[in-house]
Structures are given as structure tokens and as C-alpha cells.
């Protein structure tokens, strides 16, 4: 099986030096190590064999050059087991996929006397297969070629439903509403749902409310989880990109492990609704026409979205006022963390209208501030809080960051692993105590977050960072008749509803490219102006970057000067946040820059803090 790794400077030749990446696996109990064979590698990802590594528990290691440490993945190991007769043969590269019955394949003609000739209603017929399967330790329900008519259906678990061919075998539906494709019983507490090589369309003038194909796993906002391992690859959704009764296509409740892999999607809202998914959300090579909605909408940890196209439509007469967006992940609002995310190689194009921002990329945070104040005491491991401000609806037992914002210890962030009497326990040792000169704010983040290789197009809005997002890199992607980039940040105090923008002398760039600047840059910010573009190749920029100082606390700089050109991009292989300090390592001040050969005015209260190691 391959395996995909993320991470940040895998690949020396990001900054200069000959690729070198190399990958091991040590056994935990041995220490021996095994190697792996690497299919790609690239500065952020890289895919390997695991090879003839016997069974066992390993630790990953990995490095991007002979002479240089092997770095230890932190906190996680690679489980290799022995898969059995058969584990993945629709080839979804999943671990998960083995928890299948792959070996069970039923008709749904020949053993359950569905029609299929578009004219019957199967739906009792398929329920019944579906039924039986899951009794019978779960399995394949195959569709052969036909066109089955149903009203509604509801999955159990260990179920796949897999059709002949994407083109062929068709899933009609003609109900009035609602979920066309549900979950009961263990199909909600467990999942393990799939779907294949199947064609979904309706009937839309039967439609009496709005419908929604998959409501998969546990209902909105449930607390505690358990359901994981969906799936739904290589189908056809073929759904009307004029009628508002299309709902999202893809709304699910799980503890992990979703999976929408070459799918091609079409309908007015029909993209992927799913921020109550917690983690291990793949989306990858997918396509998406919508005409209303977020083609994609999702917040989980460890996510990958990846080689997706999604394409907004303005029908005439439907959606001159559309409010919709390209691929998002929000954070917040459902009680955990985005992070670790790794969004690249996507086209959006042409979403937004002149009643929405169309972001083509979106880090979102709703609901995500929780409290702030002033640090009364620290040790080595916990903060003793002033609290100035809490919102009374949250609780401490949600999960929670800590992030200094100001005073000794500034840019330090850390998860709060214990709360009692305002002491916060936080999950590593500081590396800078804080004091009574150090102000927090407590809430969730987007973190470790990488938005790379992306190509957006003819859209009102560009990739957009919307507050409450750490260690973020923003890298080698294209924009033509877009806003290009946009950072907002809020002010520390969460009682304030105003946001504000901010120079992001914390951010990298690098390598981005835009052709062209929509016409109406700005507009959407509410008048306060702001950044649209930041250093790292935007020479070819003449217009659109506004000029004027603005303050954050703790934080100088002066942007572009509209029309300057900036010089040379200064990229080192740290190019992260250097914990405690508050500065991106390659932040240097204005006589460091004018030594890098970069002609702009960039001011810091720190020398340049890289490695060039």
C-alpha cells in the first residue's frame, strides 16, 4: 500500500539544495529500522511503499539530506498488519478499506427481484438487500446495468452499494424530499457505508421540499461520535443546476474517516456539507458544478483535498443573487480543531456574484473565540488567567488553545489540557514562561494548515484566511481574475464584534503568481481597507495593494506602496512561527532585508532569526 506523508521542508530542493528526502520505518519494540521506497516527494507531501516491513507497530523518520538528523514523526505511528484474501479492491488506498466484506457480493436483480427497467419502484427490494446484508456480516449489493426508482433509503452498517458502471447503473429517485439516501441502526453508530460506480438523478417535479442525497452517520451537532469509514467513489451525480430544492449532496456525522474520491458532481447546492466530520476527511480528484452553496464545506482534523475542480454557474434568473464559495473548512463552531490540513493541486472558478465574496479557498472560524485577559502567574506547564472575558454559552471542557498574544512568551501557542479555579494545564512545557506583562486569548485554530499548487479563476474572491489560523503556508498557487489573498485577524478581545485587518508579518508567501486583480478589490472589506497581496514573487503586481499603515497589537510593518515592486523572495527552510518570539524566523528588520536584496521598507523589533542548516 502507499502511504502519504505531510509535513514541511521534505524536500531540500525547496531552498536551493539537491533532493535528498529519504524514509524509514523503525520497529518500536526492536529499533530496527526498515526502509520504504518514495513514489514522489514534493516540500509538503510525499508518498512511499511500505515494502516487505513485517506486521508490527513502526515509528516514521524521515529527512531531506544524507548528512542531515532523521526527524521522528511526533506522536503517532504506522501499524502494518496482514490485510488478508482481497482488501481493497476497488483500489481506495484506505487502511480502512479491509474492514469490508468485500468477498460477500449479492444481485440486487437476481436475489432480491429488483426490476430495474425505470418504470417499478425498487425501493423495497434494495431496503431489503440492504437489511439482509447487514445481518449477514455486511457486504457488496450490485446493481447491474438498469435504472432502479426508489423513494428513499436508509444504509447499514458494513454495506456497499456498487453499481456495473457509473453510466449505466442508475439510482432514480422519486420521493418529495428530505434525505435520499439516510442511516439507521448501526449505520448510524458504527457507519461503514459505501458507495460505487452508481449514477444518482431525480425527479424534480415530484419534489414538495428540499432534498439531499447522502445525510450519512450521526445527526447534526452530536456529541460523542462513533460512527466512521464512508465512503463514496467513482459516481455520477446528475442533478439540475437550476432548482432550488437541490440541497448538498454529501452531509455526514462521523468520528472519521470519510472518503469522496473521483466523483463528478452536479446540482444548485449539491457540494459537500460535512463540518460535523472530526477527522480524517479525504476529498480528492472530485468535480464539482454548483450553482448556490460552498462546492465544498468541511472541518475536520487531518484532512487532504486534493485535485478537486469545482466550478460555480450563474443561471439566469435562479442565481444573479448566489451565495456561494469554493472549497472551505471551518473551525469552531463544532467543538474541535481544523488542523493539519493539506489543500492542493484544486481549480475553483467562477463563484461568487455581487451578493457574496465567493472566497475560491476559505480558513474559517465561526464561533471559534472563547475567552481572554491577562496572565496572573505561569510555571513550566501551566497558566494561572485574569480572565477579562468568556462567552457564557461555552464551557471549559470543550477543546481549547491557549495562544500569547502579547508580553513575555509572545506567539506561543498550546492546547489547554486541564482547566480548574483558572488554572490552565496546558499539553507541553512552555518555552518561554509567561508573566504578568503576557495577555491570552483561549479559542480553536486552524493549524499546520497547507494551501499549495491551487489554481483559481474569474471568481469576486481569492484565498482567504479569516482569523484564528497558525502556522499557515499560503504557496505556489495561481490566481487569474481574482482577489488573490486575503488575512484578516480579530482583535484579541472576543466581546468585539468588529474584525480588523492587519499586515501579515507572521504569514509566509512564496511563488505565487497572480495575472489579474478583480475590478472591485477592497469593496468587500467594509471600507476598511487593507492587504490583498504579500512579499514572495508578487512583482508582477502593479495595482491593487493598498499602501496605508495599519496596527495590530505587537505588530509593525508597512505594506507595499501601491505599484512598488518587490524584490527577491527570502525563503529558508525553517519558514515557521519561531515559537515564543511572535516573528516568522525570515521576518528580518529593514537593514537585514536590504541585505537580502529586498528594496521595500519592512520594519520588526527582532533581528532575522533563520537557520541555515
Known amino acids: 500500500m502507499e502511504v502519504r506523508l505531510f509535513g514541511r521542508n521534505l524536500d531540500a530542493a525547496e531552498f536551493g539544495g539537491t533532493r535528498q528526502t529519504q524514509i524509514r520505518l ?68 484506505v487502511s480502512w478499506a479491509k474492514d469490508f466484506n468485500w468477498l460477500q457480493v449479492r444481485d440486487i436483480r437476481v436475489d432480491y427481484g429488483a426490476s430495474g427497467d425505470g418504470v417499478a419502484n425498487d425501493t423495497a427490494a434494495i431496503q431489503a438487500a440492504i437489511d439482509d446484508i447487514a445481518d449477514d456480516g455486511g457486504g457488496v449489493l450490485y446493481f447491474p446495468a438498469g435504472t432502479y426508482r426508489y423513494t428513499g433509503l436508509k444504509m447499514r452498517a458494513g454495506v456497499v452499494l456498487q453499481g456495473e458502471d457509473p453510466d449505466t447503473a442508475i439510482l432514480h429517485y422519486t420521493g418529495s424530499g428530505g434525505a435520499m439516501i439516510g442511516s439507521k441502526g448501526d449505520g448510524i453508530t458504527e457507519g461503514r457505508s459505501g458507495f460505487a460506480d452508481l449514477k444518482w438523478t431525480l425527479d424534480e417535479n415530484g419534489l414538495a421540499s428540499k432534498v439531499n442525497l447522502f445525510v450519512l452517520g450521526h445527526p447534526w451537532n452530536t456529541p460523542n461520535q462513533t460512527a466512521g469509514r464512508f465512503f463514496v467513489y467513482r459516481s455520477i451525480v446528475d442533478f439540475p443546476l437550476d432548482n432550488p430544492m437541490i440541497g448538498p449532496s454529501g452531509i455526514i456525522g462521523a468520528k472519521e474517516d470519510v472518503l469522496f474520491l473521483d466523483n463528478e458532481i452536479t446540482g444548485y447546492e449539491a457540494g459537500i456539507y460535512s463540518p460535523n466530520v472530526e477527522r480524517r476527511a479525504t476529498l480528492r480528484n472530485n468535480r464539482f458544478d454548483v450553482a448556490e452553496g460552498n462546492i465544498v464545506n468541511i472541518g475536520a482534523k487531518r484532512m487532504i483535498i486534493e485535485g478537486n475542480h469545482g466550478t460555480g454557474h450563474l443561471i439566469p434568473g435562479v442565481t444573479e443573487g448566489g451565495n456561494f464559495r469554493g472549497i472551505k473548512f471551518g473551525i469552531g463552531s463544532r467543538g474541535w480543531n ?13 463563484v461568487g456574484s455581487a451578493f457574496n465574496d465567493g472566497e475560491t479557498l476559505l480558513m474559517e472560524s465561526p464561533g471559534s473565540n472563547f475567552a481572554d485577559g491577562e496572565i496572573v502567574a505561569a510555571t513550566a506547564d501551566t497558566a494561572t488567567l485574569g480572565i477579562d472575558y468568556a ?96 488575512i484578516w485577524a480579530r482583535d484579541t478581545s472576543t466581546s468585539s464584534p468588529q474584525a480588523e485587518l492587519f499586515h501579515p508579518s507572521e504569514a509566509q508567501y512564496a511563488d505565487r503568481r497572480v495575472a489579474a486583480i478583480g475590478d472591485d478589490l477592497g469593496r468587500h472589506q467594509r471600507g476598511a481597507g487593507g492587504i490583498r497581496q504579500s512579499c514572495g514573487r508578487c512583482r508582477r503586481i502593479r495595482s491593487g495593494i493598498q499602501g496605508q499603515r495599519r496596527r495590530s497589537r505587537g505588530i509593525g510593518g508597512r505594506v507595499h506602496a501601491e505599484g512598488r515592486r518587490c524584490g527577491d523572495t527570502h525563503r529558508f527552510p525553517h519558514a515557521v512561527l519561531v515559537d515564543g518570539q511572535g516573528r516568522a524566523g525570515h521576518f528580518a528588520g529593514r537593514k537585514q532585508h536590504r541585505q537580502l536584496g529586498c528594496r521595500h521598507s519592512v520594519v520588526s523589533r527582532r533581528r532575522c532569526e533563520f537557520s541555515k542548516g
Do not use: C
Request: hydrophobic share 35%; net charge negative.
Open 26 to 93: 523503525v520497529d518500536t519494540v526492536s529499533q530496527n529500522a526498515e526502509p520504504a521506497s518514495l513514489s514522489s516527494v514534493s516540500a509538503y507531501a510525499l508518498d512511499f511503499q511500505v515494502g516487505s516491513a513485517p506486521a508490527g507497530e513502526y515509528a516514521v523518520e524521515v529527512r531531506n539530506g544524507s548528512n542531515v538528523p532523521w526527524t521522528r514523526l511526533k506522536d503517532e505511528t504506522l501499524t502494518v498488519v496482514n490485510a488478508g484474501a482481497n482488501p481493497d479492491p476497488l483500489g481506495l488506498n
Open 338 to 350: 481544523a488542523e493539519q490540513i493539506y489543500m492542493a493541486s484544486n481549480t475553483i472558478e467562477g
Open 391 to 486: 462567552d457564557p454559552a461555552r464551557s471549559w471542557n470543550e477543546q481549547w488553545n491557549i495562544v500569547i498574544v502579547d508580553g513575555k512568551g509572545l506567539g506561543q501557542m498550546r492546547s489547554i489540557a486541564g482547566y480548574e479555579d483558572h488554572v490552565a494545564t496546558v499539553d507541553e512545557p512552555w518555552t518561554i514562561v509567561p508573566d504578568r506583562t503576557s495577555k491570552f486569548s483561549v479559542l480553536r485554530m486552524g493549524r499546520d494548515v497547507v494551501v499549495a499548487d491551487n489554481l483559481t479563476l474569474n471568481s469576486r474572491g481569492g484565498i482567504q484566511v479569516y482569523h484564528n489560523t497558525y502556522d499557515a503556508v499560503i504557496a505556489d498557487n495561481v490566481s487569474e481574475n481574482t482577489q488573490g489573498i486575503s
